[in-house]
């Protein structure tokens, strides 16, 4: 049997020993938008819980607009040029306009991505520029939310007549689902802010996971954040599994993400009837799969259809590499994934151990396995698991000693997946 997994820009295939079952969780969609552009055009005319786009921009001078930024393949150069065409007509000045490359603590933007994110025409003509979340003097003090979490935001937001983000929505390893609030904080948010969020008060939280929203505490706390700055319109879309748009949920920023959410949730989740006894998955490819660190949303989601003790095998290109300086010193140092877990439960927050926190969390009760090409190989040794050279070796590896019969769950599209065991599970999930 043969499957092909999503890998870098080209995939990877896989081929599978007989004598076991396998259960393929596609990465199941909603059909494309026959016309995706005029759904825009409807979406920003008649938002939902709000004024069209036109007659909120009206008398305004400034605009600030947070995007995604390289990590994510949210279709800006779709919607962008629908919102700035409303902007100019209510009289929005161009040189009003600003476009925050909403990073968080990843890293900036080049040239050259900017161009892909954006597009040529808006690269030229707009204002473009990288969010910095370690030069705290270029945010804003809020206040802190109700939990005591300093509310840092980019003063250029902050400071705008008019605050929009466009983003997608998708499953998320901590948050539930991406889009709406997350283009504020961590998006634009300082560092300050964003290790507070990534605590182990958060982290730990079991409700704090792909598909959950109800109850989850990190979702209340970014829902705040974003009230606190003022998130005036949302622009979201939900994309199909050729990355097309499939929905398009515009306006009011909580009930038109809350919106997107439902739809979502209700094409993309697949249930097991039980857990799996080994899992393997991928992140998703290009561009999710550019690093390690981005890679881990791979494991985090397949950690809820495999049995405790099981086996997880991870493909993923990781052409860049590890990850952010931060991270890249943290890999190589970190000991076993509990020794781990314990020696940050009581110390200050660093940058980027909330990934390695959430993957400790799933070695800890699973056993990992690694195709990871571009890690270098002296990151191997402190890997929570082994780590192969090619994929026949490390999908050997996998099924040694599991017995014939054997459930095994294959993911393509890894954290594209929605997947759940057992139908108890599906609680947790936005319905």
């Not at 603590?105 to 003509?125: D, K």
């Not at 954040?225 to 998130?231: G, L, S």
């Not at 857990?275 to 809820?304: C, E, M, N, R, W």
């Amino acid at each position: 049997m043969r499957v092909d997994f999503a890998f870098g820009s080209e995939g990877l295939p896989i081929e599978l020993p007989a004598g076991y079952r396998y259960r393929v969780l596609e990465a199941r969609s909603a059909t494309p938008l026959a016309d995706s552009a005029q759904a825009i055009e409807d979406a920003l005319d008649a938002p939902i819980g709000t004024k069209g786009l036109r007659e909120l921009a009206f008398g305004k001078s400034s605009a600030a607009i947070s995007v995604c930024d390289i990590t994510r393949p949210a279709p800006n150069r779709q919607t962008l040029p629908s919102l700035l065409r409303r902007l100019q007509e209510a009289g929005v000045p161009r040189e009003g306009v600003t476009i925050l490359i909403a990073t968080g603590l990843h890293r900036p933007a080049t040239a050259e991505e900017i161009e892909l994110i954006v597009g040529p025409e808006i690269a030229r003509n707009y204002r473009v520029v990288n969010h910095d979340a370690r030069q705290l003097s270029e945010h804003r003090l809020l206040g802190n939310t109700a939990s005591g979490t300093p509310v840092y935001v980019d003063e250029r937001f902050v400071s705008a007549g008019l605050r929009l983000t466009l983003g997608f929505i998708e499953p998320h390893l901590m948050l539930g689902f991406s889009g709406g609030r997350k283009l504020v904080a961590p998006g634009l948010a300082a560092q300050e802010t964003i290790k507070v969020l990534h605590s182990p008060k958060f982290m730990r939280d079991a409700r704090a996971v792909e598909g959950s929203v109800e109850d989850n505490p990190l979702h209340r706390e970014l829902l705040e954040i974003a009230r606190m700055a003022r998130q005036d319109f949302i622009l979201d879309v939900a994309l199909a599994r050729d990355r097309r748009i499939a929905g398009v949920f515009a306006g009011h920023a909580e009930q038109a993400h809350a919106e997107g959410m439902r739809f979502v949730s209700r094409v993309m989740l697949e249930q097991l009837p039980g857990p799996a006894d080994a899992v393997i998955t991928s992140s998703a490819g290009y561009p999710l799969d550019l690093t390690f660190y981005q890679a881990i949303k791979g494991i985090t989601a397949a950690q809820h259809i495999v049995k405790p003790g099981g086996r997880i095998l991870l493909v993923a290109e990781c052409r860049e590499g590890a990850g952010a300086a931060e991270f890249r010193d943290m890999l190589k140092w970190t000991p076993s994934c509990s020794e781990f877990l314990q020696r940050i439960g009581g110390t200050p927050v660093v940058v980027d151990q909330w990934q390695l926190e959430k993957l400790a969390l799933v070695a800890r009760r699973a056993e990992v396995l690694f195709y990871t090409p571009g890690l270098p190989a002296d990151y191997h040794e402190t890997l929570w698991g082994k780590a192969f050279g090619n994929a026949e070796a490390a999908v050997k590896a996998l099924f040694e000693g599991l017995p014939a019969g054997a459930t095994v769950a294959l993911v393509p599209e890894g954290p594209y997946v929605l997947a759940k065991a057992e139908a108890a599970e599906a609680a947790e999930v936005l319905v």
